[in-house]
């Protein structure tokens, strides 16, 4: 008998920890979730991030997200929940300052992504309290998420963890009832299909992934 499963994904922590710099950005999270949790019926997967914004050295990087959310909308098994992308200015002391001068500072600009790992820890036991799922997994590597995974272990189920990182969270290692390292062959064995259609139109693979 298959085991009912979930799949919850935080986006930034997939990409920037499998997808950036690969061949393999423009990835089917359903169908990797299928060729690394076999004897798994999968009823759902949700997917988690957040609207980027452009960057002077990324103008192009809203389009192509916005491409790749449009091919995940077509995976009739697939929710998106979004968070929030926020840019801000830091003024930060530089490490480097000596004991006895004064300090010294530079300003930064930092983007960071809020709530996604908080939108799914919520979500993982939410949806074990209400019994969705025997087998919880999720695919990211932040620790931030160890608390949520002994609740929904607390609760009699299952969390694997499908880490896109070659050196998983020690913590989540130990908390898991499974873990998984996500290999370079599962992504190239689990791409979108170069042009798909959907109720705008026909979209494509952005040329520069």
Same mark, same amino acid.
């Given at each position: ?7 919850? &994904? =935080? ?11 690969? %061949?393999?950005?423009? /990835?089917? *999270?359903? #169908? ?9 019926? &999968? =009823? ?11 960057? %002077?050295?990324?103008? /192009?990087? *809203?389009? #192509? ?145």
């Amino acid at each position: 008998m298959l085991v009912r499963t979930r799949v919850y &994904i =935080d986006g930034f922590n997939l990409y920037y920890g499998a997808l950036r710099r690969t %061949p393999y950005r423009w /990835l089917d *999270p359903c #169908r990797l979730s299928e060729l690394l949790l076999p004897g798994s019926h &999968i =009823d759902c997967v949700k997917y988690f991030t957040a609207h980027v914004t452009a960057r %002077p050295q990324s103008p /192009l990087k *809203p389009q #192509r997200q916005q491409a790749y959310l449009r091919a995940l909308r077509t995976l009739p098994n697939l929710e998106i929940i979004l968070g929030a992308y926020v840019n801000q200015v830091w003024r930060l002391p530089l490490a480097n300052t000596a004991a006895d001068e004064r300090p010294r500072y530079i300003t930064v600009r930092r983007s960071q992504e809020k709530g996604t790992d908080v939108s799914l820890g919520v979500h993982l036991v939410n949806d074990a309290h209400l019994d969705r799922f025997e087998t919880g997994v999720i695919i990211s590597n932040d620790s931030d998420l160890l608390e949520a995974v002994r609740i929904v272990r607390s609760m009699g189920k299952r969390v694997g963890v499908l880490s896109p990182c070659r050196h998983p969270s020690r913590s989540l290692m130990r908390e898991a009832t499974f873990l998984k390292v996500i290999r370079a062959g599962a992504l190239a064995e689990s791409q979108l299909p170069t042009q798909l259609t959907d109720a705008k139109g026909p979209l494509h693979k952005p040329g520069s992934w």
